[in-house]
């Protein structure tokens, strides 16, 4: 073996692995304070994100020839035929989604040029995810409500953040890799 060749069997280097965790824990504590005492408790981030999920959803629905229809008196409220049907709370906006993503992406080493564009295209395509989730919920609803439960705490979850860990995982085994060639002068060496 030449000396100065690298060793097999060394144990990985785990720098990379403390940055992720100390930004991580970072970003989660700057989410947790940031989210209980200001945006939780102002409401209104949560309001918009909410009644915008129920009036895309709805739109949808309309162009897929529902009658659907947000209620006159509560913006979070999506009516099928004129009755109630699904009510999106901020639990389920998205909000949460889209920070633990983004979160996931800017803790993890990779180029930030490539984090410019894919945080915000995976928030769409959470977003988009959600929208297809409350369309789907008031469809489940109107034709068989008594499986509403079962597929809002399971089947789409399973859906929503088997999305989000695919993403993830494209994110940290392909993207994140920096595939510049190294310069002509460290290549020789």
Do not use: E
Request: proline letters at 7%; a positive charge.
């Amino acid at each position: 073996m030449h000396p100065t060749a690298p060793a097999t069997g060394a144990p990985p280097d785990n720098r990379l692995l403390f940055r992720f965790l100390l930004v991580a824990g970072a970003m989660y504590l700057t989410w947790f304070f940031a989210y209980q005492q200001w945006l939780g408790p102002d409401g209104r981030l949560d309001a918009a994100l909410c009644s915008q999920i129920a009036a895309a959803s709805t739109a949808l629905l309309q162009v897929l020839g529902f009658d659907a229809a947000i209620a006159p008196t509560d913006a979070q409220l999506l009516l099928m035929s004129g009755q109630p049907s699904v009510i999106v709370f901020p639990a389920c906006n998205g909000l949460v989604l889209y920070a633990l993503f983004g979160g996931f992406v800017l803790a993890f080493p990779g180029p930030w040029r490539r984090k410019a564009w894919f945080i915000p295209a995976g928030i769409a395509l959470i977003w988009s995810l959600n929208v297809l989730r409350v369309a789907g919920l008031a469809i489940n609803h109107h034709y068989s409500h008594q499986t509403v439960d079962f597929n809002h705490h399971y089947t789409f979850n399973v859906v929503v953040y088997g999305c989000i860990f695919g993403l993830w995982m494209l994110w940290a085994r392909r993207l994140a890799l920096d595939n510049t060639p190294p310069p002509a002068d460290a290549a020789r060496s």
